[in-house]
């Protein structure tokens, strides 16, 4: 695609993407171009010297068994958050797509939690489940459930889980939404007049035709809960207990910060680096084909 | 016709309800809890109704900061945070535009060579290349300064994508005419191109300012001294302190003062922001 009317200049182009561009080679590429090479250097341990050493951090990082679970642990949270926030946003769509009184009320009230900062939700969520001063803990414990996420690496994973899932409602909500309201009126009156009721009306027509944003919202979410848990983690748990809620990115941070291994650090970037890049391969083509069903 | 029964509405109406709880109550047990007495929210005693505390809660956060842990008032931070957000958002517009002007009204070598490597940034968060870039921003002397803080988060490859197909968009005429007219690249693009941009840029800033003032992991990174932090990281110093000595309504009035900025954002200029959103994620 290009325009046909256009200005005829030899510098001027050059001193428009010239602003953009030094801040894209100094802070994107040239960093990223560290990061790989510093993943196959090995500093000794008063950072004396440096060596090449091929592979090595990487291999190294493969046999470290945190490493292999930070994985694991990431891909759980990832899933549990993306599933149960998709599916409690999609019930919110449904109801508010109907021709309800006070439609864009609840629409308003649904959306704001998105300009939530992650390190924000964080605070919320381990104020209202603290162990100790926590408004809902009472109540568990009143349940007879042993309630101290601070101790407790399971309880910990599934508050970080909540917490994310929670923060990514309204986004999910406002993308289903606008997808329900793209399906034409005429074919879910098609299948009314063939005698569908409701629910099947939703599972055999409007499920399908939602597709293509059930599956855009797939990835997004999970590039959120590769990336933007990192606040909520930060606040909450740390990564903690014990690394029960450390993730990628997590550990990345910690490594690289308190650990002081910036080659393995590196190695953990590049990694990430590849990671994103095919999550976001997949969603381009997926955006290109635009409907599929 | 699809008629929806009653019965079926009135559920639609409840479940809805059920929804704006769940992603309310947090946040106006934040509000109680900071109006209420220490003392009282460390036994666990927490009253659900808003108490008698809040302007002295209020004044003291925001003029003061907490007594303990990070003595910053929150007053300060807040306005980091926004000089942070305003650079980061008004950035990446301004340069934006500019690029995807060149790109997409001229024709020059490399052109698309620059177009993808603009393009690829898409794929490199700045959590995946952290410490490299902090080196950097070390290296130029950029630590604790707006400049060090905005800087590497303004490349942007959305921006310069959605002004490009934007650009696409604007019929061939317009610069024709304004050709005949005598106008030059800089008139054509401030008289003719910002102008039709309007609504795209006044979008594209609500998104970016609430990502901006969200910031968390950079300046997290980047920021050593007490006077350069922003809200975001201030509430994390607030409860590092043993559980404690945690100054519990101190730390929720700011969770409340720093969710206001970028909800008001988003409550009163809804429409942009939900165009904004969705432009964006295409």
Known sequence: MQKQAIFQSKLLPYALVAPQLAIVLIFFYWPALQAMIQSFLLQDAFGLSTSFVWFENYIELFRERAYFEAILRTFFFSFAIAVSSLSFALLLAVMADKPLRGSMLYRTLLIWPYAVAPPVVGVLWIFMLHPSLGVLSRYLRAAGIDWNPLLDGDQAAALIILAAAWKQISYNFLFFLAGLQSIPRSVIEAAAIDGARPMRRFWTVIFPLLSPTIFFLLVVNIVYAFFDTFGIIDTMTRGGPGKSTETLVYKVYTDGLLGGNLGSSAAQSVILMIMVIVLTGIQFRFVERKVTY | ?282
């Open chain 2, 1 to 282: 016709m699809v008629e929806e029964e009653g019965f079926r509405r009135y559920i639609a109406h409840v479940i809805l309800w059920i929804g704006i709880a769940i992603v309310a109550f947090p946040v106006y047990l934040a509000f109680v809890a900071s109006t209420q007495d220490n003392a009282v929210i460390a036994n666990g005693q927490m009253s659900l109704l808003p108490g008698g505390h809040f302007f002295q809660t209020y004044y003291q956060t925001i003029f003061v900061g907490t007594s303990g842990s990070t003595r910053e008032p929150v007053g300060n931070m807040m306005l980091n945070s926004l000089v942070m957000a305003l650079l980061i958002a008004l950035g990446k517009i301004a340069i934006s535009i500019i690029s995807a002007y060149a790109i997409v009204y001229f024709r020059f070598p490399f052109r698309m060579s620059i177009f993808w490597l603009i393009f690829i940034t898409l794929m490199l968060p700045v959590e995946v290349r952290i410490y490299p870039t902090y080196k950097i921003v070390a290296d130029l002397h950029m630590l604790d300064s707006y400049a060090g803080l905005s800087l590497p988060l303004i490349a942007s490859a959305t921006a310069t994508l959605l002004f490009r197909q934007f650009f696409m968009t604007v019929p061939d005429e317009l610069l024709e005419a304004s050709r005949i007219d005598g106008a030059g690249p800089f008139r054509f693009f401030w008289d003719t191109l910002l102008p039709l941009s309007r609504t795209n840029m006044a979008a594209l800033f609500v998104i970016l300012f609430i990502l901006g003032w969200n910031q968390y992991l950079w300046p997290l990174l980047i920021t050593t001294r007490d006077d350069m932090q922003t809200i975001q990281i201030g509430i994390r110093k607030m409860i590092t302190t043993t559980d404690a000595l945690t100054e519990w309504p101190i730390v929720m009035a700011t969770a409340v003062l720093a969710m206001l900025p970028p909800v008001f954002v988003v409550v009163v200029m809804q429409k942009l922001f939900v165009r904004g959103l969705v432009e964006t994620e295409k």
